[in-house]
Every structure is written in C-alpha cells, then in structure tokens.
C-alpha cells in the first residue's frame, strides 16, 4: 500500500496517509484543529527538477496486506460526520518538496472507522506534546512531593531524635544529680597517695624482682625473705641492726643455721616458710635456700641424707623426718619436715605453688634484694599464736595485731633495708573488702601517730635499774614520733602502703629501744600507778611568749613529711599550740599533706621560716606564719588572707 502525505489546506502541515481508501473523508488537522476533506496530492511532473515522492513500497519489500483495523494513537479522538466545521475549507494546495521532505519524519497516521474524520498526529503534534507535559508536570509534583515527604521525615526525625537526646540528657543530669557529689578534695588525696607510691617504687634502694616462691610447698602463712650473707656480714649495717637486737638475733642465727645445714655468711638468700596446722599444733617450717657459692653434691648429701626418690619427676631424697631436692645449678636447696608431700616441692620447681590469694596479691610487689621482708596474715597469726611464738612474747605479739586489725587488714607484707646512708622501710597492706585502701592507710597511719604517746604512757610506768638503758628507754617514744613523722602514704591495686625514710643510724636505734623496751615491759606490773612522780615544778620553765619557745633548738628530719605533721613536730619540740587554716591554703593551691624534706638542728622558728619562705613549684610561697600571743599559739595561714583579715605576720628576709 503506497504511502501518501498530504497537506493542511490551512497551515500546509504535511500529514502522512497509509490508507488510500480514507481519500474523500474528513480528517482533523492536529496542528490547527481545522477540519477538511482528505484528497490526493497531485502526480509530480517528471521533468521537473522536484524530488520524488517515496512511498513505503519503494523502500522495502512490504508483508501481505493485513484486514484493515482502527489505528489507535496518541492524541486521535473520534469526529462525528455530523459535527459542524470548525473552518472551512481551504482550497488544497500541492504540496512542496519541502513540505514533503517535512512529512517523512512526521508520526504514521492512526486510522479510524469510516463514520468520521480522523486526527493525525505526528510525534511533534500538540496532542503529543500536552501529554508529555502532563508527565512532566506530573513527574515535577511527584518529585517535589517526595522532596517534600523527604524533608518533612527529616524534619521530624530531627525533632524526635532531639527530643530523645533532650530526654536523654536531661536523664542523665537527674541520675548524676542524685549521685552523692564527689568530695575535691577526696579526689586530690586519692591521686597525692597513688602519685607517692609511684615516687616511693621511683626511690627506692633495691631493684630486684619479686620474691621467688619456687619449691615452697602449699599453705605457707608466714614467709620471711632474708639476705643472711649480707646481713651476717662483718661491720655492715646488718650486723649492726642485728647485735642490737640482742637475743632475737642469736635465736634468729642458730634457727637458720638448724634449719638450712650452712652458716648464715654462705647463705645469699633464704626463703622460709611457715605452714600452720590444726589450731593447738606445731606448725611446720620448710626453706628455700639459694648459696652464695655453689656446693659439691657430695657435700649436699652427706649434710642431708636420705634416699632418692624420683616418683614425683624431680629427684628427690627422702628421709624419716625430712624430704630436700638440689637445683641444677648446686646452689638450690629446698628442705621441708616429713608431713609436707615431697611432690608439693618437685612439682614447684618451675612453677610456684600458689598460696593464699592475699600472699600471691602482694608479692608481685615485694623486692627479693630487701635485707629483710615479712609477709603474713594477721589473722593466721592470731589463731596460731600460742604455738607459732614462744610465751614471752605473746604480749608483744597481740599488739602487733592490733595495729594489723583482721577485720581491716587481710594481708602484710614488711620490708626493711639497711644502707649505709639510708634506713628504708616499706609497709603494704592488703585492705578486706570492706573498707577502701584510701582509707586503711588513713586508720594504720592514725595508729602509728598515736603510738608515741602510747609509749610514753608505757614508759613512764617503767623503771630501769641501769642508766643506760633507762635513757634509751626514755628516748623510744621519741624515736617512734619521728618515725611516724617520715613516713608517706601511699595506695596502689587493693593494698596500702606506707614507706618511711630515715638516716642510716636510726635502724639500729629503733632496734635497740625496742628491745630494751619490750624487755622492761616484761617486768612492770602496767595495772599499779606510776611509779615515778615528777614535782610540778621540775625542769625548766617554759617561756611565756610563744615567740620565745619558738627560740628552742630542735633536731629536725624531715623526709617527703606532710606539711601538717612537720608544723606539729615543730610545736610539740617547743611546747606551744598551733592552728593551721586549711581553707586559706586551698585558696593559693596548697593542701596540709604536701611533702616537706628539710634536716637540720635550729630554732623552731628556723625550720617555720623554711616552711613558709621555700619555693613551690618555682613559685613564691604564699604561706605565712602568725603569732597569736594572746590565744597563745601560732597560726599557719596565706599572705592573702591575712592581709585581708588585717592579720601580722612575720616578714622573713
């Protein structure tokens, strides 16, 4: 079938006809909407110079004809015969080449039943175009509606996720609110006692690992570290500490002696442990012993007996009443009585054997090269006084305990160490459940301050026959104040910890007033009154200006002392009262357990010049002393302060 353009008589829109047989009919032009009669376009004159009118059957071979059928389109609406026209007619036109060429890319007409005119549309029409406006448009609201749901779902989730974290918030004000505040200053003192046990581990006089718990048998409730071969050694510190513990050194000699099978000089260290049985019998006492030289095998054997024993996978010699193992190296010696499995002790020669969770807590912070280290639980000590100790010491024992209350006190671990320049000792303990380690060091620290003058109640009950120890004696209470003054507090991971640095001499004086006390204890009756009166009058009177007692002589050693313990050492020295305005000091930064560390002999007013006149932190020091004659004390406060409350205080140079 030949396909036909033919042309809008009215706005010469070409329009492409499939059909011949629509010739004759009316059709709507989609363009101009005018109405007209569908005719034939002229024949072209070949000899003229015009381009040839194609139809599809030149193109391409077309199929067999196909039974006619309504063409449906886009835009075409049916137009009754009877409708009236929009316009006339216009006469018909031929149609241009151009208009021709125009009409080969307009849209194939959509055919309609023969009732009416038909409305051909080309891609281009207007029926066409208002459609895909309409999508358009369409497609613009859809997008703006999405665009809009988008940020309205922004919108309230932003309102709903503020709300939340409002509520949230506000919550968590409400919860920190009902929290009990937390006290500042509890917090300082909490981080001054953790920054003082890193100094004290920063000072300290030895560097060795933590005590060796190897071949130590299971239930060791007492262990005793010692480095006999440099605490038997001839004119050291140790020997000295040693002679002045009189017959506690020489019990200590011959039970180490009995015990190891070697002199205390060959021994570098010496582990022993203390097993308690049932409450009423005798512990057992095994020992780890390392030589200072190794020794010959047959020397160990003959010393030792008994028969080997490799059951266990350590060889192992076994006698009636003892059981010993020898190290590679023939420096170990493990030694422990009959009731103790052999196989505790071979089993434990490359691993320990753990102990108590108290004891294995704090010796990973013990020093294996301290002269001397104690750990035990008090609470072990307690029930297995009467036979762990001999009766004369029972007393002395029971108020040891006391400082170490079980209820508070889980574990202890001391060390000492005795240098020739410093005598170093280390108190850690591990705190019970109950009570927090901040404040376990407060209550054993508060004890040691008070144990002066509970001495010096003892003392003054005692009554010496010989001179000499009369004024030792007399000087105890005395040299435990300053003890106790040296001493800094610190905490750490569940323990306590309070460590004490005083010159070289103070170990054996401590040792010998203690013994000499302990042993004038044994003979006063404490229930009877005094026994020495002193007149009210004796001695010298004391100035009636504190600025006069001020004037004493002192001995003054302070090593890392809290500030407020040196102003009462200097007090109690020159017998005048004191008022330290801790408010005053937290107004310029400063708190009362700030380290002092100041040793000389001078007047008391001396040593509270340097208090208040030292730099701190490369700053001047706000601190002031005031004399207050009338209340008849001394006050230690700020220079702002004061000046504020019109308050003199002295102008050091």
């Known amino acids: 079938?030949?396909?036909?353009?033919?042309?809008?008589?009215?706005?010469?829109?070409?329009?492409?006809?499939?059909?011949?047989?629509?010739?004759?009919?009316?059709?709507?032009?989609?363009?101009?909407?005018?109405?007209?009669?569908?005719?034939?376009?002229?024949?072209?004159?070949?000899?003229?110079?015009?381009?040839?009118?194609?139809?599809?059957?030149?193109?391409?071979?077309?199929?067999?004809?196909?039974?006619?059928?309504?063409?449906?389109?886009?835009?075409?609406?049916?137009?009754?015969?009877?409708?009236?026209?929009?316009?006339?007619?216009?006469?018909?036109?031929?149609?241009?080449?151009?208009?021709?060429?125009?009409?080969?890319?307009?849209?194939?007409?959509?055919?309609?039943?023969?009732?009416?005119?038909?409305?051909?549309?080309?891609?281009?029409?207007?029926?066409?175009?208002?459609?895909?406006?309409?999508?358009?448009?369409?497609?613009?609201?859809?997008?703006?509606?999405?665009?809009?749901?988008?940020?309205?779902?922004?919108?309230?989730?932003?309102?709903?996720?503020?709300?939340?974290?409002?509520?949230?918030?506000?919550?968590?004000?409400?919860?920190?609110?009902?929290?009990?505040?937390?006290?500042?200053?509890?917090k300082a003192e909490k981080d001054r006692l953790r920054q003082n046990t890193e100094i004290a581990k920063a000072s300290s006089p030895t560097t060795g690992g933590p005590i060796p718990m190897n071949c130590m048998p299971l239930g060791a409730r007492i262990i005793v570290s010692l480095r006999p071969a440099e605490l038997w050694k001839a004119g050291s510190r140790g020997e000295e500490v040693r002679f002045c513990l009189g017959p506690f050194g020489e019990w200590a000699t011959a039970k180490l002696t009995e015990l190891c099978q070697f002199e205390p000089a060959q021994i570098e260290h010496a582990l022993i442990g203390i097993i308690p049985g049932e409450v009423g019998e005798p512990p057992q006492v095994t020992a780890v012993?390392?030589?200072?030289?190794?020794?010959?095998?047959?020397?160990?054997?003959?010393?030792?007996?008994?028969?080997?024993?490799?059951?266990?996978?350590?060889?192992?010699?076994?006698?009636?009443?003892?059981?010993?193992?020898?190290?590679?190296?023939?420096?170990?010696?493990?030694?422990?009585?009959?009731?103790?499995?052999?196989?505790?002790?071979?089993?434990?020669?490359?691993?320990?054997?753990?102990?108590?969770?108290?004891?294995?807590?704090?010796?990973?912070?013990?020093?294996?090269?301290?002269?001397?280290?104690?750990?035990?639980?008090?609470?072990?000590?307690?029930?297995?006084?009467?036979?762990?100790?001999p009766e004369p010491v029972w007393q002395l024992i029971d108020r040891s305990m006391e400082f170490f209350n079980d209820e508070e006190v889980e574990t202890v671990a001391w060390s000492m160490h005795f240098g020739d320049k410093k005598f170093h000792s280390e108190l850690l303990m591990r705190n019970q459940t109950i009570v927090m380690e901040h404040l376990l060091q407060g209550l054993v620290r508060d004890?040691?301050?008070?144990?002066?003058?509970?001495?010096?109640?003892?003392?003054?009950?005692?009554?010496?026959?010989?001179?000499?120890?009369?004024?030792?004696?007399?000087?105890?209470?005395?040299?435990?104040?300053?003890?106790?003054?040296?001493?800094?507090?610190?905490?750490?991971?569940?323990?306590?910890?309070?460590?004490?640095?005083?010159?070289?001499?103070?170990?054996?004086?401590?040792?010998?007033?203690?013994?000499?006390?302990?042993?004038?204890?044994t003979r006063t009756d404490f229930n009877t009154a005094t026994k020495q009166v002193r007149p009210a009058d004796s001695g010298p009177k004391l100035p009636d200006l504190i600025a006069d007692r001020l004037k004493k002589v002192i001995d003054v050693e302070f090593a890392r002392t809290p500030f407020q313990d040196a102003i009462s050492y200097i007090a109690d020295e020159c017998r005048c009262d004191f008022y330290i305005d801790g408010d005053a000091l937290k107004l310029s930064g400063y708190t009362k357990n700030m380290a002092e560390d100041f040793a000389k002999k001078c007047s008391g007013l001396d040593a509270l010049k340097y208090l208040v006149t030292r730099p701190i932190n490369g700053q001047p020091n706000a601190r002031c002393l005031v004399i207050q004659e009338d209340q008849k004390r001394f006050l230690m406060t700020t220079k702002p302060v004061a000046d504020e409350a019109g308050l003199t205080y002295i102008e050091f140079e």
């Open 447 to 521: 004890r040691l301050k008070a144990l002066p003058k509970q001495l010096v109640g003892m003392v003054e009950r005692m009554n010496p026959g010989v001179i000499g120890p009369r004024k030792v004696i007399g000087r105890f209470p005395a040299m435990t104040q300053v003890f106790a003054m040296s001493t800094t507090a610190g905490t750490g991971t569940r323990y306590a910890q309070l460590t004490t640095e005083l010159p070289e001499r103070a170990a054996p004086n401590l040792a010998l007033g203690g013994l000499l006390a302990w042993d004038e204890s």
């Open 289 to 389: 012993v390392r030589l200072a030289e190794a020794a010959k095998k047959s020397e160990l054997l003959v010393k030792f007996g008994g028969e080997r024993n490799q059951d266990h996978g350590y060889p192992m010699y076994v006698r009636d009443d003892l059981s010993f193992l020898i190290g590679s190296d023939l420096k170990m010696i493990a030694v422990a009585p009959s009731g103790v499995t052999a196989e505790e002790m071979a089993s434990s020669v490359q691993y320990a054997n753990p102990q108590s969770d108290g004891i294995d807590a704090l010796l990973p912070s013990t020093d294996a090269e301290r002269h001397l280290t104690v750990v035990f639980e008090p609470r072990s000590i307690v029930r297995h006084r009467d036979t762990i100790f």
């Open 1 to 186: 079938m030949s396909e036909l353009v033919v042309k809008c008589p009215k706005c010469t829109k070409g329009l492409k006809l499939r059909d011949r047989s629509k010739i004759g009919k009316k059709a709507r032009c989609p363009k101009c909407s005018h109405v007209f009669v569908l005719t034939a376009p002229p024949e072209p004159d070949q000899g003229e110079d015009e381009v040839e009118l194609k139809l599809a059957s030149d193109a391409a071979p077309q199929p067999a004809p196909q039974p006619e059928a309504p063409a449906v389109g886009v835009a075409a609406r049916w137009v009754p015969d009877n409708a009236p026209p929009l316009e006339q007619a216009a006469p018909q036109q031929p149609v241009p080449q151009q208009a021709a060429s125009q009409s080969s890319s307009a849209a194939p007409m959509f055919e309609t039943p023969a009732s009416g005119p038909v409305v051909v549309a080309p891609e281009d029409a207007g029926g066409v175009a208002h459609l895909k406006a309409l999508k358009k448009k369409n497609a613009k609201r859809r997008n703006t509606a999405i665009i809009a749901g988008i940020l309205t779902a922004a919108a309230v989730g932003g309102a709903v996720y503020f709300a939340q974290d409002h509520l949230e918030a506000a919550k968590l004000a409400e919860e920190e609110a009902a929290k009990p505040k937390v006290d500042e200053d509890l």
